[in-house]
């Protein structure tokens, strides 16, 4: 599933990631972000491409089965499936939130599972690069093979509240199954939710997660903005970076944890977000005044190799100058070395936290 070398987590705050400012937070900082498959729609991301019919044979053949739906349940529900993609992820949600919770209405169920659509396409490329992918395991006793014996409830005068309640107890089913895959794959949990209160020795995750929203969306205001295939770009262009960023935030969560071993969980957190004013946001504006002023001293360099260039090829094309075409070849590399030592007095200003300052021009 993953290679042990890999930095993996495996995300328990709902069934999916809905802000999108976390999403790409996270896919920047681990190698691969798992989600728990409550809905079984696993096997359908490998063949995404090929799941956007929208002919009635096609959507007639993703229906055909659907355990545990009534048939004027899967015909409701058949009329409201715009692709064959669409009609697998409803079919996986009309499942999945029948086991063990209330009633829904029609109209919540439907959102509900385009919302849940909409994540998935927006995330599409991470799955595709192997950013993202979802674990379930057949142990698991929220395997999608163990709802098949319910049916969602849907019921026209369902109220808002009724919804939200039976959607609380959805999540809380998806929490447990992802405390079991932490078990089964070893995979540390990590949220985004301050109101979940899991033990201390799970903290470094759940610290980590608060330090990194409250360092780079400050960074990058836009990060919610950013599409997947800007993000892997990004990932890729500071993949020598990362290590040491990913080290100094792990070493600040280990510092927070001792800090506030006997507070709460929302107590830490805010620890986390002072500690990202104060011990991390001065040195990245302090690394960021030294690269712009390196950045300032190569541009005034390459200014003055292009002067001297450029009057030296006047001389060489003049006859009356005794210059060869040798001079001005040493003088051209002996440029480039000048540009490249200050290069290496840039790469020697590296910080842990560079890669939060070079962040924003990666993700332009």
């Known amino acids: 599933m993953f290679e042990p070398a890999e930095y993996c987590a495996l995300y328990m705050s709902d069934f999916f990631v809905r802000a999108r400012h976390t999403l790409n937070t996270l896919c920047l900082f681990y190698d691969r972000l798992f989600l728990h498959d409550y809905f079984g729609i696993f096997i359908s991301l490998d063949s995404y491409p090929y799941l956007q019919g929208s002919t009635d044979d096609e959507l007639d053949v993703v229906w055909a089965f659907a355990g545990g739906l009534d048939s004027q349940t899967k015909a409701y529900l058949r009329q409201a499936s715009e692709t064959q993609f669409d009609g697998i992820v409803l079919k996986g949600v009309a499942q999945g939130l029948g086991c063990s919770t209330g009633p829904f209405s029609p109209t919540f169920l439907i959102k509900f599972a385009r919302e849940y659509t909409a994540f998935l396409r927006h995330a599409q490329p991470f799955f595709a690069e192997g950013v993202m992918a979802m674990c379930q395991s057949r142990e698991n006793p929220f395997h999608p093979i163990h709802s098949l014996q319910g049916a969602v409830k849907l019921r026209e005068d369902c109220a808002d509240e009724q919804n939200a309640e039976s959607l609380r107890r959805s999540v809380q089913n998806n929490k447990r199954a992802c405390l079991f895959e932490q078990q089964h794959h070893k995979l540390p949990l990590i949220s985004d939710a301050e109101e979940d209160q899991v033990r201390w020795d799970r903290a470094e995750d759940l610290l980590a997660t608060a330090l990194l929203l409250a360092t780079v969306p400050v960074r990058v205001p836009t990060i919610s903005e950013a599409p997947a295939e800007q993000v892997l770009s990004a ?51 302090d690394i960021e005044k030294k690269l712009k002023a390196e950045d300032t001293k190569l541009r005034h360099k390459l200014l003055r190799s292009s002067i001297d260039n450029t009057i030296l090829f006047a001389k060489a094309i003049d006859p009356t100058e005794p210059l060869s075409k040798w001079d001005l070849v040493g003088s051209g590399l002996k440029s480039l070395l000048d540009v490249d030592e200050l290069r290496q007095i840039k790469h020697e200003l590296n910080s842990p936290y560079e890669f939060l300052v070079r962040l924003p021009a990666a993700l332009r």
């Open 235 to 285: 990932r890729e262009q500071l993949k020598d970076l990362l290590p040491a960023f990913r080290s100094a935030i792990l070493k600040a969560t280990w510092e927070i944890g001792q800090a506030c071993r006997e507070s709460s969980m929302e107590e830490a957190m805010s620890l986390a977000r002072l500690y990202a004013d104060t011990q991390i946001e001065p040195v990245a504006r």
